[in-house]
């Protein structure tokens, strides 16, 4: 649903008093000029959570481009005390010091290292940020230094004054992905991206200012490292390796279980605890730290993705990507129990997004349906969700229509969910299509699903399905395409944003005998397409491309703009918003065959961006872990100079 923006346009009396007092020279006609305008940030919510660190009675989460703060003064239900106020960049990492916590921040306005006070640890306080030209990606403390990885290395901080960060060196260092420090060593889990030969590496922090690779150990495909005493447990695609770090220069593999292969690992007095591959916790007897034995396994397995586990005495503390914090009790091993779990704030791995009156409905790749309540602009609140149970979950696309949602998991089908209660969306309907379905789009009982991969393997296609009856969809017929990205239906006219094959403009009136009416294509691909009357407004790899679609059958072009990667693309009257370098961009279309660029917001280098419109405000999804945000026009006056007799 398109809304207007409001516009602002104002009559200073003053000006009309003054111009009228005096005899003007008449005014030429002109030719509307667009307004000059800011877009400024509202309200954000959400974003990736993909780093947690446990302090005595507190726990501190990354979500998008903000730091969560929950009280864990009851270590069995861990209570949201405190959210930072919105960052430059999307929390990456972060790091517990002396009575500081730091944060390193990347994929955003700005990348950097920023530090925060734990005087009163339940409400952190930043005291300092030191940007950096380069993505914070990984960051470390020990003694008064901080270390922090970029994509140019590993850079060294001196923080004996925490407001006033120094870098004091810059080490030839890369692709750290965790790290545990041990009394002077740290441990780094090296990634090798290319090669997928990853390591273990050992530092030697006693020169903290200067510090030195003792050791390193190739150990393939490492998904976590955990350090108890002289031995370090390393998850790898392959099974657990027990390695022996007694020799720092010499680590040396001393028993392996390659039938076993977990995610996430932390060790609590003589139990080592894992999230295994089937997403439950396990818990490992390392009485003998040689030889681990398994025990048991949690009947409750956590949703989503895990990116930490963290062991506070006999207590597990579990993040996952989908937003859950899971607390797991393994006082007794041999029943490892899930005690509670809580939601953290906003939706998380956010792919699509659809206003419709008050509420926008984005699709969460991981997860499922994410339902935010945009009422309070500078507060918006998720209200409901919709889980999918099914393992592997591939959420791409969302139609809304009346009070239903049509939402598309690639790896299974299609789900008509009720969200007539906001709060307790229901599952109506499900269907599944031959091929890869990506993108959808609903007129009427009618729904059109766009495959990405068809059923030969190859190519897209356009599938109909009419679902007059929710219990019994029927499928109609299919036309092959290049690669469906995005899909616009108006009345009987089907819009398609087909990668390499362009716009599609196809006649959908006989759902059982779907006719091309025409085709416009270029050198780039398109990526999703916005119609307004006569025209088509078409994101592409290679910018902006106006298009009069008047006649169907011979579309052709009226403008450009050019630019990068244009993720995606909203109408609104005269205005039009698209996502693109990381930024929303506004611009005046009142003269499609000039349109003028007005105004530019970056939010998140190197992230895809989904803009909507909602009443007054621009509703942006940030696709690379920065979440929600919410964006408003601040127009600026500009009176017209008048020549007097």
Request: charged share 15%; glycine share 8%; proline share 5%.
């Amino acid at each position: 649903m398109v809304h207007r923006l409001l516009r602002c346009s104002l009559l200073l009396t003053f000006v009309v008093g003054a111009i009228a007092s005096h005899r003007a020279t008449p005014l030429a006609a002109q030719s509307p000029q667009p307004s000059p305008s800011q877009l400024a940030i509202t309200g954000q919510t959400g974003g990736d959570s993909s780093t947690m660190v446990v302090a005595a009675n507190a726990a501190y989460i990354g979500i998008g481009p903000r730091i969560a703060t929950y009280d864990l003064s009851n270590p069995d239900q861990p209570s949201l005390q405190h959210q930072s106020s919105i960052l430059p960049a999307t929390v990456q990492d972060l790091a517990l010091g002396d009575g500081y916590l730091y944060a390193a921040l990347g994929y955003g306005r700005e990348h950097g290292l920023a530090t925060f006070s734990l005087a009163t640890p339940l409400t952190p306080t930043l005291v300092s940020f030191y940007q950096l030209e380069l993505s914070a990606m990984a960051v470390f403390s020990a003694q008064n230094y901080v270390y922090v990885q970029v994509d140019d290395g590993l850079k060294v901080f001196d923080l004996t004054n925490p407001r006033q960060p120094k870098l004091v060196n810059q080490l030839n260092k890369h692709g750290i992905a965790n790290v545990t420090i041990q009394g002077n060593q740290a441990f780094l889990n090296i990634q090798s991206w290319l090669s997928g030969f990853d390591s273990l590496d050992i530092l030697d922090l006693s020169e903290p200012m200067t510090p030195t690779l003792k050791g390193s150990i190739t150990l393939g495909d490492i998904l976590d490292i955990e350090i108890a005493s002289d031995v370090a447990y390393v998850n790898t695609q392959l099974g657990l390796r027990v390695v022996d770090i007694r020799d720092a220069s010499n680590p040396s593999i001393i028993n392996q279980t390659d039938a076993v292969a977990g995610l996430q690992l932390a060790v609590s007095d003589n139990t080592l605890a894992m999230i295994g591959l089937d997403y439950a916790l396990h818990t490992w007897d390392i009485t003998n730290p040689i030889t681990p034995t398994e025990i048991a396994a949690s009947s409750e397995t956590i949703l989503g993705w895990p990116t930490n586990l963290i062991a506070k005495q006999q207590r597990g503390y579990v993040l996952t990507r989908s937003g859950q914090l899971n607390v797991f009790d393994w006082s007794n091993r041999q029943a490892p129990t899930r005690i509670d779990t809580t939601e953290t704030p906003g939706c998380k791995e956010n792919v699509a997004l659809q206003v419709v009156g008050d509420y926008a409905y984005v699709a969460d790749w991981g997860r499922g349906l994410c339902i935010v309540d945009l009422r309070n602009p500078n507060q918006p609140t998720v209200v409901g969700r919709f889980d999918l149970t099914t393992d592997r979950n591939a959420v791409s696309d969302i139609a809304v229509q009346g009070s239903l949602v049509y939402m598309v998991d690639w790896s299974h089908g299609i789900y008509v969910i009720d969200v007539s209660n906001p709060t307790e969306p229901t599952q109506v309907s499900f269907f599944a299509t031959a091929g890869l379905p990506a993108a959808i789009a609903v007129n009427g009982p009618m729904v059109y699903v766009g495959e990405s991969i068809n059923d030969q393997g190859f190519g897209g296609s356009v599938r109909i399905f009419d679902l007059t009856d929710l219990d019994n969809p029927v499928e109609h017929s299919q036309f092959y395409t290049s690669k469906v990205a995005q899909l616009v239906v108006v009345d009987q006219t089907l819009y398609v944003a087909d990668n390499e094959g362009g716009l599609r403009i196809l006649d959908v009136r006989n759902p059982d005998n779907i006719q091309m009416l025409g085709q416009y294509v270029d050198t780039w691909f398109a990526m999703d397409v916005a119609i307004q009357n006569d025209l088509a407004f078409v994101a592409t790899t290679a910018g902006l491309e106006i298009v009069d679609i008047s006649d169907a059958t011979q579309p052709t072009p009226v403008s450009r703009v050019e630019s990068g990667l244009v993720d995606g693309v909203v109408v609104a009257d005269d205005q039009l918003y698209i996502g693109v370098d990381g930024g929303i961009q506004q611009i005046d279309i009142r003269q499609p065959s000039n349109p003028q660029i007005v105004a530019n917001l970056l939010l998140a280098r190197d992230s895809g961006i989904l803009p909507a419109v909602h009443a007054e405000s621009i509703v942006v999804l940030s696709y690379n872990g920065g979440g929600m945000f919410v964006i408003r026009e601040q127009h600026q006056l500009f009176l017209p100079v008048v020549s007097k007799n």
